[in-house]
Structures are given as C-alpha cells and as structure tokens.
C-alpha cells in the first residue's frame, strides 16, 4: 500500500526539478503515481510544475473520473492511464516538453542508439509515436505500440513520456533523454556521430542482461539494434547539404522561369 502522503510530496519535488530544468514551460507536463488498484493521483491541469502544493493534486479513477482534490486534474490524465492499464507493473508516469527531446519528434527524426553506454543500459530504444491532438482517447492510444518495449516514448511534434517503478525513476529518464539528445545535437555540430562497434553493443546488452535493467526487445526479440542508423553521420549531413543545395537550386530555376513567362 502506498504512502500516499509521501507520494504527493515526492510528485511536488519532481515538479519542481522538472520546472527548474525548463522541461516544462509555464503550467506544461504532468506526473502522476499508481496508488492502488482503483485510483492514480497525478497533478492538476493549469499549475506550474515548480510550485505545487501536496493538496493541488487529484485524484483519478481508471476511466479519469476525478475521485478527489479541490481542483480539475490534468488534462493528459488519459495518457497515462493507458500505460498503468497496458502494464499493471508500471508504478509512475511523466509527461513533459524536453526541448532538446522534443526537437527530434519536431523534426520527426528518430533517435539514434548505440551511442552512449548508459542510455543503452537504462533506456534502450526511445521510439516516437504518431502525432495526435493532445487530451483525448487517440492521442493516448498513440503510444500503446511501445508499452513493455521501451520505457520512454517521443511524442511528435509535442514532448516525452516516460514510466518507472517510482515518481523519480520515471523523472530520471526525461532527464536522461533530454540530455542524450542534447549532446548528439552537439556532436551533429561537429560533423560526424560514431556509432559503437557491433561487439561493444552485444556487450551492453548482456551487462543489461546481468544487471536485470528491465526488458530489451533487442534481447528477447533479437536484432534490431539500430533506431535511425544515419542520424548525425558525415554521409546522412553530406546528404542533408546535398538536398538543401539541390532546394535553393530548383527554386531560383523556378525564379528565373517565372520571370521569363513575365517578359
Ligand atoms: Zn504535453
């Protein structure tokens, strides 16, 4: 049986890391915990994550009925409810605006894996679900494919999720993400984004294994190693150039010719 008093206080301080890290702007992003087979308790809709109080949060049933709390809870309630019916392990969701995470569903470019060895031991694959118009029973939906797969999710064009055992291990894997894609965008910069070796890949994968991080459907399904393999290579940016160059070049023809039809 939870400690719903210490649940609460817990939710307050991820709210506040989540502000004080700028994952969450004005009143964005939502966290709620698994109380028990009947009720979540989750944050209010309209506040700023920074300064909850342990009484602004609600409580919600599994259909998102609100059950308690003076104010409305959130909207996205219905996101998370998906994930605790999906997988009756998962014990806290949060939802949120990384910027540098969001920037690949934005930009709709998957994340690269195989890069550094604690993203692929603590996250493994970070796919990104389809677009749909945040709040409703389709945008919750979105994300049901990646559920017992991966443990953090890319909502295009809108921010991350991502689910724990605790309040503060759901937390630490927006953290964690946020600050992966931080630096491949840095090393995008640079020029060139060395992948590791097969081999060395194996070997993460089997020190997962040994340290019982959850499931990797690398592991059990086999293969699929890479999500994205060209992102941030010399080849991938020389082909970015390339299209970009061949861009500018078809629109200044289209310039000139429209110009002659104008003579
Ligand atoms: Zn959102």
């Known amino acids: 049986m939870a400690n719903e ?10 709210g506040r890391r989540l502000y004080a890290k700028g994952f969450a702007a004005g009143n964005d992003g939502n966290i709620s915990y698994r109380l028990n087979e009947n009720t979540v308790v989750c944050t209010p809709t309209q506040i700023c994550k920074g300064f909850m109080r342990e009484d602004d949060l609600c409580v919600v049933d599994y259909d998102g009925w609100q059950k ?22 998962i014990m806290s969701v949060v ?5 540098h995470a969001t920037a690949f569903g934005v930009a709709r470019v998957d994340i690269p894996t ?7 031991i603590f996250l493994g694959i970070m796919p990104r679900a389809e677009y749909e118009t945040p709040g409703g029973q389709s945008f919750a939906e979105t994300v049901r ?12 064009n809108h921010g991350t999720v991502s689910w724990g055992d605790s309040v503060e291990q759901a937390y630490w894997k927006t953290e964690i993400v946020d600050a992966y894609c931080r630096i491949l965008l840095l090393a995008a910069q640079l020029g060139n ?3 590791l070796p097969l081999p060395k890949q194996m070997e993460l994968l089997e020190l997962k294994k040994r340290f019982g991080v959850g499931e990797d ?16 290579t010399s080849a991938s940016i020389a082909s970015q150039h390339e299209a970009l160059a061949q861009g500018i ?13 104008q003579k």
Do not use: W
């Not at 308690?68 to 392990?89: F, M, V």
């Not at 459907?217 to 941030?232: A, K, L």
């Open 5 to 14: 008093s210490g649940i609460r206080r817990e939710i307050c301080e991820i």
């Open 68 to 89: 308690a709390g003076s104010q409305n809870r959130t909207s996205e309630i219905l996101l998370h409810l998906e994930i605790y019916k999906a997988d009756p392990s």
């Open 95 to 99: 939802h949120c605006h990384p910027p």
């Open 114 to 120: 195989c890069i550094l060895p604690e993203v692929e």
């Open 145 to 156: 494919p990646f559920i017992g797969k991966a443990n953090t999710v890319v909502l295009s």
């Open 193 to 195: 984004i060395e992948r």
């Open 217 to 232: 459907t690398r592991i059990t399904h086999g293969g699929e190693m890479y999500v994205n393999p060209d992102f941030g």
């Open 249 to 261: 070049a078809d629109r200044v023809a289209e310039i000139l010719k429209q110009r002659g039809q």
